[in-house]
């Protein structure tokens, strides 16, 4: 159970009916994949104008590629969920706000009003950061999971759905 638009990263685990728990460190360190890949593509029908890229950053090693003969460490479930959360969260330029159509900016519109008011007393700080992506999905804001796609092992789908 995963909000997307909520104002922290906080995944949970469903534990029994009405019951939920935070993910621990350590499950958010097991590979996301089986078998694990260093290198991942997310794409989203909602938002397919900005595809997700995870891969290992290069000051990983000092810098440069990895030493010959070492192999990098797995993507992790952290990576991904972290990484999609962020994603989502970034503000929209100007441009991507000036290249909707108008029923598009009611929609998307509306979506950042509901999302804000969501929060309480935070409404106006939240405001104060403008339109993110997650306003883009029009309410889809859980995380539904990830799945493969035609394009190949390092390409996966996100679902998003509306509670």
């Known amino acids: 159970m995963f909000d997307l638009s909520a104002p922290k990263f906080a995944p949970l685990r469903y534990v029994a009916p009405g019951q939920s728990e935070f993910l621990s460190p350590e499950d958010l360190q097991q590979p996301a994949t089986w078998p694990s890949i260093t290198q991942l593509r997310i794409v989203c029908d909602e938002i397919p104008q900005w595809p997700i890229d995870i891969q290992i950053d290069p000051t990983y090693y000092g810098g440069g590629g990895p030493p010959p003969g070492f192999q990098a460490p797995p993507i992790t479930i952290g990576d991904i969920l972290v990484k999609i959360y962020e994603h989502l969260a970034q503000r929209i330029s100007h441009m991507d706000w000036a290249g909707l159509a108008p029923?598009?900016?009611t929609a998307i519109g509306r979506a950042?009003?509901?999302?804000?008011?969501?929060?309480?007393?935070?409404?106006?700080?939240?405001?104060?950061?403008?339109?993110?992506?997650?306003?883009?999905c029009l309410g889809k804001v859980w995380f539904r999971g990830l799945t493969r796609t035609a394009e190949g092992m390092n390409v996966l789908k996100l679902h998003l759905y509306r509670k």
């Open 103 to 105: 029923e598009q900016e």
């Open 112 to 136: 950042y009003t509901l999302r804000c008011k969501a929060l309480g007393s935070a409404e106006a700080v939240e405001r104060s950061h403008g339109v993110k992506r997650i306003d883009f």
